[in-house]
């Protein structure tokens, strides 16, 4: 079994910035890749960017492109989502998750964490 617990979110004001992190626990971290989802109130839940195993690859959601950063660290298992120049649409829960394996872009993973949210004003 694998656990996620995501930390860092909060209120900030659009141009702000913020960083979330997700400590994984009970597997080999080393050998998951992860990803970043987020759900707005009323809406369904979208991809915003994954990081493979390795972090070797990332992949970004057109809308977070040039503004999100995805990393991981593999001593800490941790993987982190650093948010630059945030807009007020950018609001919802961010989950982070985890799947053995191949990178994905869908929300085809096995494990996610309880979310924690984020909120821009403007």
């Known amino acids: 079994q694998v656990q996620l617990v995501e930390s860092g979110g909060g209120l900030v004001q659009a141009g702000g910035s913020l960083r979330l992190s997700c400590a994984v626990s009970g597997r080999t971290f080393s050998n998951y890749a992860m990803g970043w989802f987020r759900q707005a109130p009323g809406k369904e839940r979208e991809f915003v960017g994954a990081?493979?195993?390795?972090?070797?690859?990332?992949y970004y959601a057109d809308s977070v492109k040039g503004r999100f950063t995805i990393s991981r660290d593999n001593v800490k298992n941790t993987v982190y989502l650093q948010m630059n120049s945030l807009k007020p649409e950018d609001t919802a829960v961010y989950y982070c998750?985890?799947?053995?394996?191949?990178?994905?872009?869908?929300?085809?993973?096995?494990?996610w964490g309880q979310g924690t949210q984020v909120t821009v004003s403007s």
């Open positions: 990081i493979s195993w390795s972090g070797g690859n990332t």
């Open positions: 998750a985890a799947k053995w394996g191949v990178v994905a872009t869908t929300a085809s993973y096995a494990y």
